[in-house]
C-alpha cells in the first residue's frame, strides 16, 4: 500500500451548472433524479455501476467504485443551466423527445423549478439555431462577468458547497488556436476587444474557471484546449477535461481498432456515414459545424493504428467520416461502418456494422460520471487537464507534448489506475507473475 491523497469529502450539495439544456443535459437531469427516486436504473454509468479490482486476483477484492472512492451522492447534485430557449427542463426534455412523458411525469415539478438563465450566444458560431434568451454585453467580456454573477447567484440561492460546469450545449464553428488563446492577459484582452477568436463556449469556461469551478467540455469544440486555459486552470487549482462525448460511432471505433491492431490485422478503408435528427444534426447540417466535429472523430483511429509504427498494415488507410441530418430519425441516430480489412498474405475480408443507438440515452451516463470524478478530481487536489478522463471523449485533452491516447481499453485500466492511486492502493499491471513465483 502506497500513501493515500487527502481527498475532501463530498460533504454538503454539489451544484451542476450546464450551459445547454437540449436533448443531452435533460436526459441526464432527468435521469438523475429518477435514479435517486429508486424509479430507473443508471446503466452506462461507470460511477454507479462499474467495480474495480484491488489487490491480487486471489484476494477477491472488487467494491464498488462509488464504495472505494468518495464520490458525491446523487442526491445531492443541484442543477442549473443557460439556453437560448426559456423553457424550463420538463418542457425541454419533452421538446427534445428522448425520455417518454411516462418516465417525465413522476418528476415533472422537479423538472419545472429548473428555468435556464439567458445564455451568451452567438450565431456567427454556431449558424443553424437561434432562440430568444440571450445575453446582451458591449464586449465578450462583459458578457463572462455576467456569468460569473450568475454562478455566484446559484451558488447562494441553492445553498451548494461546491459547483462544476459541463458543457451541454452545441458544437461550435471550426476554430483554430491563435496567438491570443497563449497567455491569460492575451485572452483578456481579446474578450475586452471581441475578437472573432473568443467563442462563447470560450467565454463560459473563461467564467467558470475564475469563479472556481471545474469545467468539463463535451463537445469538440476548442474551448479549454488552448494555452491560456489551462495555464488559468493551473494557477486556480481546478481541473479541466474535455472533449466531445465519445458515445456512438467513435465509441466503436475505439473498441474494434484496438482489435485489429492486435491481431496485426490491416486496413485499406473504414468509410463511417451518420442519419440523426436533433438538435445536434441540425447544427452539424453546417458545414463549418461539421469540420468541428469531423476532426474529433477523425482522429481515433489514426492515433490507435499508429500508421508510422505499422506502414505495411495501417500506412495507407483510406477513412472517410460523413453526417447527414435526417429529421424524422430525432435522437435516434444510425451509424454504418464499412471496414476493408486484409488478414494473412494481404487477403481482403470485410467487417460491417449498423449501430442503432440513441445519442443522449450513450451520453447521459457519461455526464454524470464526468460530473462525479470532476468534483472528486477537484477534492483530491489535482489541477489542469485531467488526461485520466480520457475514456469518455472522443478528442481527448493531453499535455502539448504528448499524443492522446484513444484506445479505450487503456483508456479504462489508466482511468481505475488513477483511482487506485488516489486511495493508495497498488496499482495493477496485469503482469501476473506474482502467481508462479
Same mark, same amino acid.
Given at each position: ?9 463530498? #460533504? ?11 436533448? *443531452? ?40 467504485? $462509488?464504495?472505494? *472512492? ?24 419533452? /421538446?427534445?423527445?428522448?425520455?417518454? @412523458?411516462?418516465?417525465?411525469?413522476? =418528476? ?18 454556431? @449558424? ?23 454562478? /455566484? ?14 458543457? &451541454? ?6 476554430? $483554430? ?11 483578456? @484582452? ?35 484546449? =488552448?494555452?491560456?486555459? *489551462? ?61 468541428? @466535429? ?7 483511429? #489514426? ?29 435516434? $441516430?444510425?451509424?454504418?461502418?464499412? =471496414? ?10 470485410? =467487417?460491417?456494422?449498423?449501430?442503432? &443507438? ?28 485531467? #488526461? ?9 485533452? &493531453? ?34 507473475? #506474482?502467481?508462479?513465483?
Amino acid at each position: 500500500m502506497k500513501d493515500k491523497i487527502e481527498i475532501k469529502k463530498p #460533504e454538503g450539495k454539489l451544484g451542476v451548472l450546464l450551459p445547454g439544456l437540449g436533448a *443531452v443535459a435533460t436526459t441526464f437531469i432527468a435521469g438523475t433524479m429518477l435514479v435517486r427516486r429508486g424509479l430507473g436504473q443508471p446503466f452506462g454509468s461507470l460511477t454507479q455501476m462499474g467495480t474495480i479490482r484491488l489487490g491480487k486476483r486471489t484476494e477477491k477484492r472488487v467494491p464498488r467504485i $462509488k464504495d472505494f *472512492v468518495e464520490l458525491a451522492e446523487l442526491g445531492d447534485l443541484v442543477f442549473g443551466a443557460w439556453d437560448i430557449f426559456p423553457d424550463n427542463a420538463y418542457e425541454a426534455a419533452l /421538446k427534445a423527445g428522448v425520455l417518454r @412523458k411516462e418516465h417525465l411525469d413522476p =418528476i415533472k415539478e422537479e423538472l419545472e423549478k429548473i428555468k435556464p438563465s439567458p445564455a451568451v450566444f452567438d450565431r456567427n458560431y454556431v @449558424k443553424k439555431l437561434d432562440g430568444p434568451n440571450k445575453k446582451k454585453g458591449a464586449t465578450k467580456y462583459d458578457l463572462a462577468l455576467q456569468l460569473m454573477d450568475d454562478i /455566484k447567484r446559484f451558488k447562494e440561492e441553492n445553498q451548494v458547497n461546491r459547483l462544476v460546469m459541463i458543457w &451541454c450545449a452545441s458544437t461550435e464553428i471550426f476554430m $483554430k488556436p491563435d496567438p491570443v488563446h497563449q497567455t491569460i492577459d492575451s485572452l483578456e @484582452k481579446a474578450m475586452k476587444e471581441n475578437h472573432p477568436a473568443i467563442s462563447p463556449s470560450m467565454i463560459y469556461a473563461y467564467a467558470a474557471l475564475q469563479s472556481g469551478v471545474p469545467f468539463v467540455n463535451g463537445a469538440p469544440n476548442l474551448t479549454v484546449d =488552448i494555452p491560456a486555459m *489551462v495555464e488559468l486552470a493551473k494557477q486556480q487549482n481546478l481541473p479541466v477535461a474535455g472533449k466531445d462525448y465519445k458515445t456512438g460511432q467513435t465509441l466503436m471505433k475505439t473498441i474494434i481498432a484496438p482489435g485489429l491492431k492486435a491481431r496485426l490485422i490491416g486496413l485499406d478503408g473504414w468509410f463511417s456515414t451518420n442519419i440523426l435528427g436533433n438538435r445536434d444534426g441540425e447544427v452539424l447540417d453546417d458545414p463549418e459545424s461539421f469540420k468541428t @466535429k469531423e476532426e474529433s472523430k477523425l482522429g481515433s483511429l #489514426e492515433y490507435i493504428l499508429q500508421p508510422d509504427v505499422y506502414p505495411e498494415l495501417y500506412g495507407h488507410f483510406y477513412h472517410k467520416v460523413r453526417i447527414n441530418y435526417y429529421p424524422p430519425r430525432g435522437d435516434n $441516430k444510425e451509424g454504418w461502418d464499412n =471496414i476493408d480489412i486484409f488478414g494473412w498474405l494481404g487477403y481482403p475480408m470485410q =467487417i460491417k456494422i449498423d449501430f442503432l &443507438c440513441r445519442d443522449s440515452i450513450l451520453a447521459a451516463p457519461i455526464v454524470l460520471d464526468l460530473v462525479l470524478f470532476i468534483d472528486l478530481a477537484q477534492r483530491a487536489g489535482f489541477r489542469g487537464i485531467q #488526461e485520466w478522463l480520457s475514456f469518455y471523449f472522443k478528442s481527448p485533452m &493531453c499535455a502539448p507534448e504528448l499524443y492522446p491516447e484513444h484506445d479505450l481499453f487503456i483508456q479504462l485500466m489508466k482511468l481505475k489506475n488513477t483511482l487506485r492511486y488516489m486511495k493508495g492502493e497498488e496499482l495493477i499491471t496485469h503482469l501476473g507473475l #506474482e502467481y508462479y513465483d
